[in-house]
């Protein structure tokens, strides 16, 4: 066998056996899922932030500022409208619209419909975040206590892999 000939053989095997340990693309999806930040107490239905809500609601905006978001949604409460718009500001999004009293398995399903890939930013409630969250991983998480407007969820789905769940504070 002639020397350049073995030289193109060996150069192909190598090349064949780097591909076997480069892992296949598996496209995958990011739910942020948070309650909405600090309300105003005023005893009505449809509060708005206060300042401390406000200074949260930037402060998720930055934290997610080098992230791919693909999608906001925010039920149609000021509070979680609030919430959500520096973030869908700073991607150029509209905010998407879901209702509040949906079964958390309805919402998750219609998330998985809608994106396959990116990351995606839901603002609900403390008693509605846990059950989306559930839905989403398949897993159980605790409820949030209604004093408790700090908790970011991370449920990131790959392709041919189980959920994983990471739950941060912000």
């Known amino acids: 066998m002639h020397a350049p000939l073995r030289f193109l053989i ?10 076997a340990v480069i892992p296949a693309f598996s496209p995958s999806v990011t739910y942020v899922v ?9 005893g009505s239905r449809d ?17 997610l500022r080098s992230r791919d ?20 500001a700073t ?3 509209s905010i998407i619209s879901y209702d509040a009293d949906a079964p958390p398995k309805a919402v998750a399903e219609r998330l998985r419909r809608a994106h396959a890939t990116g990351t995606v930013l839901v603002v609900g409630h403390s008693n ?6 559930s839905a989403l991983c398949g897993c159980e998480v605790a409820p949030i206590d209604e004093s408790d407007y700090g908790n970011l969820f991370e449920v990131r789905i790959r392709a041919g892999a189980a ?3 990471s739950q941060q504070r912000y």
Do not use: M, Q
């Not at 206060?50 to 934290?63: E, I, K, V």
């Open 128 to 133: 509605t975040v846990p059950g989306i969250v």
């Open 69 to 88: 978001v693909v999608a906001v949604y925010a039920t149609d409460f000021r509070r979680t409208r609030n919430t959500a718009e520096p973030t869908a």
């Open 91 to 93: 991607h150029d999004l």
């Open 34 to 42: 948070v309650r909405h930040a600090e309300k105003v107490g005023d």
């Open 47 to 63: 509060p708005s932030l206060t300042d401390a809500g406000r200074a949260r609601a930037h402060a998720l905006a930055a934290r």
């Open 163 to 165: 959920p994983v769940l």
């Open 10 to 19: 060996l150069a192909c095997a190598l090349a064949l056996s780097a591909c």
